[in-house]
């Protein structure tokens, strides 16, 4: 039986799939009209990492995307329809073959594909049951689909083999890289689907998972006429791979896909400001900020520069250095300018020295701690009187998302509390040095 997991969130413990031979939970948030207005059906979103979506019950990053919160301030504005948000629990091991149509490797290892049998899944045990249970509205216009990284992945693949069903679709930072571009190939066999509305985002922080996604934005566009009518695609300043992040944006699919997402208000030019002469280009980071919050990387932008002696700036928004000095970048569209000044050096280094120092409380006896990035041992800690200390080379203008541990996941810094805390935030855009406390373990 359905159990009350909040105010208006459904838990469904232990659902048995007979195609996929495993159990996992689901979490169905019911909009606030639902009790109160018996006789009304509402669109519905699926979306893959249920467990992550709402509180973040096995998040790494201490968050959740609070999905439920952010709904509910839209639908009370007036800006999003209210609607119903199915989450899928991930089944912990198996998540990664589930989620991908390919075979593939991860740290290694290779994984097989299930993206089939998730697919039937989806189709033909999950979205009969919340039908039967639930009051929801048929047809793509109502039926949207939408998850992050190998969850966008598998939620960008169902929706683009499936457009009688799904005519809304989010992929946040989702997982191109996967199987050796089996997703580019699989497009090129895909036929247009004009009624399919599709939102895409990248983090500009997310190193190597965003291997493939310009790619993959550039096919949609060219090969299956995707436009700025049914696609809307935003690269993210400084956002890396985490629930945090897509906390922090997910109200702009949700505008984009079930709302309005209002009129253009400002227009910002975010980045590095500093390039050495011998680089070969540099991309601006342009974002069109509305009225709603919504957010976006605008298309056919112009760009000025009032030194073109010293830069000269592409079409898409890529700077070519050509001497040292200072040039002023001017963006313009829709009716809005930004503008950002440049500097050209003369050399630059592709790497920066980012020192840590870290204070952690009495431990019993001397440790090793280690900075955990993507494993709980990425980068020994040196132990030293005052303290520890750990020197990273780290590429310039990449991001890390880092926690201290002891070794383990298990033996991770939480706050004075004995709570976990959200992971601390790098941005290695020069040489620095870093001082943080552990406050308890």
Known sequence: MPSEEGSNIVKIQNCYSTVLENRRNLYIYLPPSYGAEPDRYYPVLYMQDGQNIFMGERS??????????VAEDLIAQGRIRELIIVGIAHQDQQRLGEYAHWDG?????????????????????????IEEKFRVLKGPENTGIMGSSMGGLISFTIALRNPKIFGKAGALSPSFWWGKKAVLKSL??????????????????????SKGFEEVVGVLRSQLRMNKENMAVWYVPEAIHSEMDWMHRVHCPLLYLFGEIGDPQELIITGRRIIGVKEKGFGL????????GFA????????????????RINDD?????????????????????????IHIVSELSPKVKVEIHVQ????????????????????????RKEGYRGILNLDRDSVISYKITRG?????????????????RLLASKDLTVHIEVENW
Request: aromatic share 10%; net charge negative; hydrophobic share 35%.
């Open 408 to 424: 383990t996941w298990k033996q991770v810094e939480k706050d004075h509390l004995g709570q976990d805390i959200f992971s601390r």
């Open 296 to 311: 976006v990387t605008p298309d056919q932008v112009i760009f000025e520069t009032s030194n073109p002696e010293v830069l």
């Open 188 to 209: 090129k066999k895909m036929k247009k689907n004009p009624s399919l509305k599709l939102w895409l985002d990248m983090g500009k922080g997310e190193g190597d998972f």
């Open 360 to 383: 952690v409380p009495d431990l019993e006896e001397e440790e090793p701690l280690y900075i955990a990035v993507t494993g709980p041992k990425d980068y020994l800690l040196e132990k």
């Open 317 to 341: 928004g890529k700077v070519i250095p050509l001497k040292c000095g200072n040039s002023v970048i001017r963006a313009q569209w829709m009716g809005l300018e930004a503008h950002g000044k």
């Open 285 to 292: 980071d342009v974002t069109a900020v509305f009225d709603t």
């Open 60 to 69: 790494y990053s201490g968050s959740g995307w609070e999905i439920h919160r």
């Open 105 to 129: 490797k991860f740290q290694g290892k290779s994984v097989k594909g299930r993206g089939l049998d998730y697919e039937a899944f989806l189709l033909t045990e999950v979205k009969p049951y």
